[in-house]
């Protein structure tokens, strides 16, 4: 299983660069940049795809990411998490972080940090 996280401090843009991924690489636009987080479950190249962009609590990831992510035997999951909340605990308890690939998203939402951010995640999610 290959798992995607999106990790940063609160209002630093994670959710936003999660729902710029659906709409431009996954062409799902479903989901306004704005407004709402993001909850789905796709196919994509063959492979179930799990995406949740709420990360802020250890809640949101057990109910939102872990239990969908073994009932719908999703191989591919992408998130968003704190950098070291019981969150991101939480998720390294599941797949351990060496198991991970981390998309560090630092303060600053402009567009030459949302393309990094898209750029790695493309390089990522097609190894």
Sequence with gaps: MKIICFRGSHNCGKSKTIKR???QFFKINRVPLAKREVNI???????R????SQGDSKNEIKNLLLKPLKTEKCDIAI???HKRNSAFKLLDE?????????????????EEEYNRRIKKFRRLINE
């Design 21 to 23: 991924i659906l709409n």
């Design 41 to 47: 479950i796709f196919m994509w190249n063959n492979k």
């Design 49 to 52: 795809v799990i995406i949740c």
């Design 79 to 81: 998130c968003a998490c």
């Design 94 to 110: 599941e797949f351990g972080e060496a198991n991970m690939d981390f998309i560090e998203c630092p303060r600053g939402e402009s």
